[in-house]
């Protein structure tokens, strides 16, 4: 059973007060409601619920990458700007083209109902794609050159499981779906991709 995004979070912070202090310590202080309110007035959408909690715990992580494999987690100012990135590169360049199935496992590089929760730095984003379809709430991987991919590992089913899965890598010293958790410097959190 995935954990709640809180028990999550809660295990996540346990292990980087113990092993990586430095990337604890980048976490931001939660959202103001109030600014998760205006990104979702500027999306079209409300947040999805999952996501409005964990940014009620951290506002992102600042330039510290904590999702595997090298995934920071935005600011709620920096989803809807990235979202309206997204939207100006769709319309100018994707506008009219047919929609693929939903149920792929591949999709176009960006859709309106998808919602960026983290970045790469490198102008990547994860997704949580809010498509009205059976896989709603499913983290994908919305590359700005090949597209976007939904992996087949529970872990990118949605959010809660990927921070659920996230906080397993880090208690156990284990990999998750090739990734796994090492510490540089005795402070910062990185992932080994095996």
């Known amino acids: 059973m995935t ?11 346990r292990w980087l007060v113990q092993h990586a202090p430095g990337t604890f310590a980048a976490l931001e202080p939660p959202a103001e409601a109030s600014a998760i309110a205006a990104a979702g ?13 964990s ?6 992580t600042g330039d510290d990458d904590l999702l595997p494999p090298f995934w920071r987690l935005l600011s709620v100012q920096n989803i809807a700007s990235d979202w309206q990135l997204g ?3 769709y319309r100018d360049v ?15 590089w960006w859709h309106s109902h998808w919602i960026p929760f983290a970045s790469d730095g490198g102008g990547d984003s994860l997704i949580i794609d809010q498509r009205p379809h059976r896989c709603r709430g499913r983290v994908g991987e919305a ?25 397993t890598a880090l208690e156990t010293g284990m990999a998750v779906d090739g990734y796994l958790p090492v510490v540089a410097d005795e402070t910062e959190l990185g992932w080994e991709i095996l």
Do not use: K
């Not at 994707?94 to 176009?108: A, C, K, S, T, V």
């Open 3 to 13: 954990s709640s995004v809180a028990q999550s979070w809660s295990r996540i912070e």
């Open 87 to 89: 939207m100006r590169i």
């Open 55 to 60: 940014l009620l715990r951290h506002n992102g």
């Open 94 to 108: 994707f506008d009219g083209i047919e929609e693929d199935d939903p149920d792929e496992d591949f999709g176009p």
């Open 143 to 167: 590359d700005h050159e090949q597209g976007t991919r939904f992996g087949s590992h529970p872990m990118w089913s949605s959010l809660p499981a990927l921070l659920d899965a996230t906080a």
């Open 41 to 53: 007035e500027v999306i079209g959408q409300s947040l999805p619920e999952p996501l409005v909690e």
